[in-house]
């Protein structure tokens, strides 16, 4: 038993976790991981010289471990191993963040070196590099591509960044094989899907419990009825929060562009349903509302309409945004979380956010 199996097993018997024989199989996969690391220097990493250059006559070939795509329903326990793969994983250049958060980075990088470089000439394999200089481990918490921005840049990317030996390792719910499927442009992206598949191995986390919904203790902060009694309870909730002053206009700038917040003050926003999620924003622009603000009261949430998908990605990635933010999150809506997207028509992708929902409501769900 190496470090990382300790440790589970420690909280398993402390009762901070509950025996779970998948996680425990998983748990063993990560630390093989771990123990694989712990001999492997990407080769671009190592310092050069006439006495390197010797060294590499007699030296063993460097083995490139595949890094690992953890896959499964929400709530399994995806993030807590890689939280404990993280925190033992032998490498002091490395870096566990959400993709959401990684890929706006991407696009504020990849626009300043367009900037730079002269037209016509590919940034992506400086990009590539300055990650590589930074970081040569990568653990991606719930790994998804919904947007074709994204879509177009991650493959070049990734390419560069495992031939560079990056290692990967990433939570999703989605398989890789079903990534940017059943949308306009998904068979440009299915060579992305191979190189994936090349370099990481999937696993899948099949526990069968949700360990989200063991919280019972909820606090009404979803407002069913979209009607004045509701709205006047909200006035009240953003008059506690700020502190009791009044809300006004605030601009934000995201990536050199202006994000209206309609209604602001101290450390709350509020918004319309439509003005953040029937409104040509993204992640970029949820991440910096969610840095500026703590709470977040959304008013009128409607039952979604299965054809505007962009609008149900849109909320999707606000709450993906809010969560791994711990924002405080009040709303008014027509029905409650479970049913905002009729399940007879609801994609797989929103079941993370119908449990993610559950979870903000709990009495302990604080910033």
């Known amino acids: 038993m190496s470090r990382l199996n300790v440790l589970y097993a420690q909280k398993v018997k402390n009762g901070e976790l509950k025996p779970d ?54 709530g399994r326990g995806k993030s807590m191993l890689m939280d404990l793969f993280y925190s033992q994983a032998p490498v002091e250049k490395k870096m566990r963040t959400h993709f959401h958060v990684f890929m706006q980075e991407v696009h504020k990088k990849f626009h300043t070196l367009e900037i730079q470089y002269p037209k016509g000439e590919d940034p992506i394999p400086k990009l590539a590099e300055e990650i590589v200089e930074k970081t040569w481990l990568l653990c991606f918490d719930e790994f998804q591509v919904n947007d074709i921005a994204d879509a177009m840049i991650l493959g070049r990317l990734f390419e560069y960044l495992f031939k560079l030996g990056v290692i990967i390792v990433a939570t999703s719910n989605v398989h890789i094989r079903d990534l940017f499927q059943n949308r306009p442009g998904a068979d440009a992206f299915k060579p ?21 919904l063991g919280r019972k203790e909820i606090e009404t902060k979803w407002l069913i009825g979209c009607n004045p009694e509701n709205h006047a309870v909200l006035d009240k909730v953003f008059l506690q929060e700020s502190g009791g002053k009044e809300g006004e206009k605030t601009i934000l700038t995201v990536m050199g562009r202006q994000f209206t917040i309609p209604c602001a003050a101290g450390k709350v926003a ?15 622009d949820y991440l910096v509302l969610a840095q500026k603000y703590e709470v977040l009261i959304i008013d009128n949430i409607p039952i979604f309409n299965p054809e505007n998908m962009n609008v149900i990605e849109r909320f999707t990635t606000l709450i993906d945004v809010l969560y791994e933010r711990h924002t405080i999150l009040y709303v008014s809506a027509e029905t409650d979380w479970e049913h905002i997207y009729p399940e007879e028509n609801r994609a797989a992708f929103f079941e993370r956010t119908v449990s993610r929902l559950y979870e903000m409501q709990s009495l302990d769900w604080t910033k």
């Open 21 to 74: 024989k998948a996680q425990e199989q998983i748990a063993d996969r990560l630390d093989h991981l771990c123990v694989e690391l712990s001999d492997y220097v990407p080769e671009q990493t190592n310092v050069g010289g006439l006495l390197n250059s010797f060294k590499k006559l007699w030296k063993k070939p460097i083995v490139k471990p595949k890094g690992i795509y953890l896959v499964g329903p929400v």
């Open 192 to 212: 992305f899907i191979a190189l994936l598949s090349q370099n990481m191995i999937e696993l899948e986390l099949c526990s069968a419990h949700d360990y989200r």
């Open 270 to 284: 509020r918004f319309q349903f439509e003005q953040l999620c029937d409104a040509a924003l993204g992640a970029g």
